[in-house]
């Protein structure tokens, strides 16, 4: 790859990052709609004209402000000459704010000189392994879902004399249509009373493997409750699945939310991640 492709591909990534925090503070009502151009040829007082790498645009309160953003996609610190370049550039365009910007640095002259001409200096790169020292980068959640037992089949054996004596006969079955909330089991003798649901719930208050399981229950004085209706019970059988636990594993990694590093070189220095929303965040 040829030195104007490589400046390319740093101008591509530096108007990316902007795109992404000019549209986030749009969306917070901090700035109005922005226009952004590439390769703009802007014209001095002088008469005398010159390429800008990305140039903005934007209005406060009626005023027109632009921006003229210098792309340097250096391996070593940019020095004087580069920043007198751009400074050539600017001048004698009133009201244009001039930014440098780089992925490795500044010498301190560049700095001095920068500071002279009210242009402002900025690192602007990918993130490396090194930004997160001290800081977590990954999040791995490891989830083990329980999920309660399932009734296959329920067989109660209800008490003969009672149904005989409201009006069962020999053989007569019991039929229901009701949801397991509403079916409760009661031992009146002992103060056992629960529907089914809860009994689900909390697997039959029995501690079991996974698997399909026999639950039993001998009663003193005895009641199935179906919504409104009531039978008297001896006994109960419930066939029922225990599942095996559901597992799932959540692995999250942050620099993958992370669109650039930004550092403010003049003036404050101040360092920020830039996530691909456009947010910056300080650190």
């Known amino acids: ?21 000019l549209e986030a503070e749009r969306r917070q009502g901090k700035t109005t709609p922005v226009m952004i151009e590439r390769n703009k040829i802007i014209t ?3 008469g005398t004209p010159a390429e800008i790498d ?25 020095d004087i000459p580069e920043v007198r370049d751009f400074a050539m550039k600017i001048q004698n365009n009133g009201g244009l704010k001039g930014l440098m910007v780089t992925k490795k640095g500044f010498s301190q002259n560049a700095i001095t000189e920068a500071s002279a001409h009210s242009i402002d200096l900025l690192i602007i790169r990918e993130h490396a392994a090194e930004d997160w020292d001290g800081y977590i980068n990954q999040v791995n959640v490891q989830m083990l879902m329980l999920t309660p037992s399932r009734t296959i089949k329920i067989t109660p054996s209800y008490n003969r004399d009672w149904m005989l004596n409201n009006g069962f006969k020999v053989g007569d079955s019991v039929s229901y249509n009701t949801t397991h909330d509403l079916i409760i089991l009661e031992d009146a003798a002992s103060g056992f009373k629960h529907s089914l649901w809860e009994l689900q719930q909390n697997d039959f208050f029995e501690q079991k493997e996974p ?15 179906f919504d409104q209706t009531k039978y008297k019970l001896d006994s109960i059988q419930i066939e029922y699945r225990k599942s095996p636990p559901a597992r799932h594993e959540i692995n999250i990694d942050f620099a993958h939310y992370v669109l650039a590093v930004m550092e403010y070189i003049n003036g404050q220095k101040d360092k920020f991640v830039v996530l691909k929303t456009g947010e910056r965040k300080g650190y």
């Open 1 to 21: 790859m040829n030195n104007h492709a490589i400046g390319q591909d740093y101008e591509d990534f530096v108007e990316t990052v902007y795109k992404a925090i």
């Open 44 to 46: 001095s007082k002088t």
């Open 54 to 78: 990305i140039y903005w645009e934007y209005q406060v309160a009626g005023i027109t402000h632009s921006v003229a953003i210098e792309c340097k996609n250096y391996n070593r610190n940019i």
């Open 211 to 225: 698997g399909t399981h026999i639950w039993v229950k001998q009663f003193q004085d005895g009641w199935i409750h």
